[in-house]
């Protein structure tokens, strides 16, 4: 199905180019498209994408601008649980193929996001980038088209209600040109620049990530960290190591998904993101990892920014820059609840907080003194490598292991020792709250604001 959805885009975009047809039949064949798909791989069930769809589309028409946002939020996300509890506890615990509830994550997502982008579209007070607001409700054939289309019904991802309607409106390419008068480096470009040499690229990684993980899968399951022989019998530097290695091998299936569908969306022309200081076009608008940054990450942050990227420009739009106190907890909360119903998304996330926590304080009180010089700053960062990747696959195991009895087991095994050892660096090494750092942040960037022109901050918020 995914080959068809790749074929498909392709077609879309040579056939139905905006050059070649209107907005309205791009939509239109989008969104049909989008629901036989659905329809083909997850029957009757699909039904709901569409129920969810219609029930938040009447609250926007219904309810004003003011507070659209909170009730989409509470229900989109409140069916989305329902729908998990339901297919979890009544169904099918544990399984996974033909889970209708993934692309509802999806659609959550961008049910809750074009509700809050025309809140903040009529709230500029709110100070968010103009780029991130719209000025105007969607048609119900726009949103249907933004929700259910053929591209992102599979596997996503999400994307902005701006960006998509100029892909299909056929602007993006424009306006990225306006940005630098179309030249980079004093070098013209194209305003349709192919997408074609990206798309093999993106193709290939799928095609080395697909056979990775069929050939290693096997050789390190996951479940063996948990295993009573297991253990009693292997030393605790290699239970380490173990962990390291089981939990890489579960990562492949991830960027193979998450790839093809970026390859995907690239082939119907949708992910143009500009171009680089080369002159070289830039396809990654809406990709969702980027592999190596995540397998060099030095840092819990520097991992998270780079794994699966348009979710969490999603927590950190919807959730982390609202809220006023505590955001970090009460990000990876929503992002616990909006997973599913298993409970070890609640124990990886809510171990998620700790380890944040600790390890923003670590990179705050000692980062500094490694700084000094390449020698100190290349040990810095080989110890940091190895603590954030075993910091990751502790985290995440009981994301895998699914229940709290393994989950808990394996955390006994290990003394909880890095939920204690967190615990004791969150506490101990001082970090000032969120709001304080951006009520002194504030005077600084004040006087630099006010000393530039208007024609300069009218460009400086639009990108």
Not at 72 to 77: F, Q, R, S, Y
Request: hydrophobic letters at 45%; one cysteine or more; aromatic letters at 16%.
């Amino acid at each position: 199905l995914f080959l068809c959805a790749l074929l498909t885009a392709v077609w879309f975009r040579l056939y139905l180019h905006p050059s070649k047809t209107s907005p309205f039949v791009r939509h239109v064949v989008a969104t049909l498209l989008g629901i036989y798909f659905a329809l083909f791989c997850f029957g009757w069930y699909a039904l709901h994408f569409l129920l969810q769809s219609g029930i938040t589309y009447g609250i926007m028409i219904l309810t004003g601008v003011e507070h659209m946002h909170k009730y989409c939020l509470v229900v989109a996300l409140g069916y989305l649980s329902f729908c998990q509890i339901t297919r979890v506890y009544v169904f099918d615990y544990g399984m996974y193929s033909a889970d209708f509830t993934g692309p509802m994550m999806v659609i959550t997502q961008k049910i809750t996001s074009v509700a809050f982008e025309i809140h903040d579209g009529e709230d500029e007070a709110l100070g968010f980038c103009s780029g991130c607001c719209s000025r105007r409700m969607p048609s119900l054939l726009e949103y249907f088209s933004y929700n259910c289309n053929f591209m992102g019904i599979l596997a996503g991802p999400t994307c902005s209600y701006n960006d998509y309607i100029a892909f299909i409106e056929g602007t993006p390419y424009r306006h990225r040109d306006l940005e630098n008068k179309g030249k980079v480096n004093g070098k013209s470009r194209l305003n349709d620049p192919s997408p074609n040499t990206e798309v093999i690229r993106k193709l290939a990684t799928c095609f080395i990530s697909l056979l990775v993980f069929l050939s290693v899968c096997k050789v390190c399951p996951v479940e063996r960290n948990v295993d009573d022989d297991f253990i009693a019998t292997t030393p605790f530097y290699a239970q380490v190591v173990y962990l390291y290695l089981s939990m890489l091998t579960t990562r492949p299936k991830y960027y193979f998904v998450w790839t093809l569908a970026d390859a995907i969306n690239n082939a119907a022309g949708f992910g143009f993101n500009g171009y680089d200081s080369n002159g070289l076009p830039q396809w990654d608008l809406i990709s969702n990892l980027r592999i190596m940054n995540i397998e060099l990450a030095t840092s819990f942050k520097v991992f998270l920014d780079n794994w699966n990227i348009q979710t969490a420009h999603w927590l950190k739009r919807v959730c982390y820059e609202r809220c006023p106190y505590n955001p970090t907890a009460a990000t990876f909360l929503l992002s616990a609840m909006w997973h599913g119903a298993y409970p070890g998304y609640y124990l990886t996330f809510l171990t998620g907080i700790v380890i944040t926590l600790a390890a923003r304080a670590v990179r705050h009180n000692v980062r500094p003194y490694f700084m000094g010089s390449p020698t100190l700053k290349f040990v810095y960062d080989v110890i940091t490598w190895a603590a954030t990747q075993i910091a990751i696959c502790y985290t995440v195991i009981p994301f895998v292991l699914l229940s709290v009895g393994p989950s808990l087991k394996f955390y006994r095994s290990w003394y909880f020792c890095i939920h204690i050892g967190c615990i004791l660096l969150a506490i101990a090494l001082p970090v000032k709250p969120r709001h304080l750092r951006l009520k002194e942040q504030q005077p600084a960037v004040q006087p630099s604001l006010e000393s530039t022109d208007s024609n300069s901050n009218q460009k400086q918020k639009a990108t």
